[in-house]
């Protein structure tokens, strides 16, 4: 079974409509991430958490929000979606560190579910 | 912020020849990664390595960290090779806990 899951994995909706994506992850992570990938580019962040209780926007959130439910799930939502939010959607996940500390100079592997494609009509 | 810089960005090989990604960097990391991107948009893990080399197979990389830069080594090409190979890093400087990506080199291997 994959370690990180997420669903849908393909949506097509129309513009104005409210979308959720959900992930879930088993392997036992705290720290989860949701990028965006445009057409010829690499990832750009759009939310991260570190914990349950701790939510960071990232480099592009406006017009996104997120929910960390549980230490396994993390879910992306679109309030009113547009055309130019039609991307693929990636969840990922990573480890504290391994001195068990939330340290910010500590930074381990990130691991990638397999990505939601995503087209607003 | 940092830039990451891949070249080359199109590279078409014949199946069975060997070819080298490069991925510079223009700040000081903690944190570098390769992935594979497959025809099918999966992101596939291929090293982490924010410092040294590492051996995979067919797959190496060699990352010298004080001269800002890495190397992906494909040897033996395969057809499933193909795909887009993305280098990621976490800076020093950085406030948040992302990758910043580079833009990918795209591997076309013809059999």
């Known amino acids: 079974d994959a370690d990180v899951t997420q669903t849908p994995r393909n949506r097509i909706t129309k513009t104005g409509k409210r979308i959720m994506l959900e992930c879930s992850q088993t392997?036992?992570?705290?720290?989860m991430y949701w990028y965006r990938q445009d057409p010829g580019l690499g990832l750009r962040l759009i939310y991260y958490?570190?914990?349950?209780?701790?939510?960071n926007k990232g480099e592009i959130s406006d017009g996104y929000s997120v929910s960390r439910q549980a230490q396994a799930k993390f879910s992306l939502s679109l309030e009113s979606a547009i055309p130019n939010q039609t991307a693929l959607y990636f969840c990922?996940?990573?480890?504290?560190?391994?001195?068990?500390?939330?340290?910010?100079?500590?930074?381990?592997?990130?691991?990638f579910g397999p990505g939601t494609r995503l087209t607003v009509l | 912020g940092i830039q990451v810089e891949q070249s080359p960005p199109d590279l078409i090989l014949q199946e069975g020849a060997n070819s080298t990604l490069r991925c510079n960097f223009s700040?000081?990391?903690?944190?570098l990664q390769w992935f594979h991107q497959n025809p099918w948009g999966q992101l596939i893990n291929l090293f982490y390595i924010p410092s040294g080399t590492k051996q995979n197979g067919r797959l190496s990389a060699t990352t010298v960290a004080t001269e800002r830069y890495s190397l992906l080594y494909i040897s033996s090409s395969q057809t499933t090779d193909s795909g887009v190979y993305f280098c990621a890093v976490r800076y020093y400087g950085g406030s948040q806990g992302n990758l910043i990506f580079g833009k990918g080199t795209k591997l076309s291997v013809k059999p």
């Open positions: 700040d000081s990391v903690n944190n």
């Open positions: 958490s570190f914990d349950v209780k701790d939510i």
């Open positions: 990922a996940t990573s480890a504290k560190s391994s001195s068990g500390t939330s340290s910010i100079g500590s930074y381990n592997e990130q691991f």
């Open positions: 392997k036992g992570h705290d720290r």
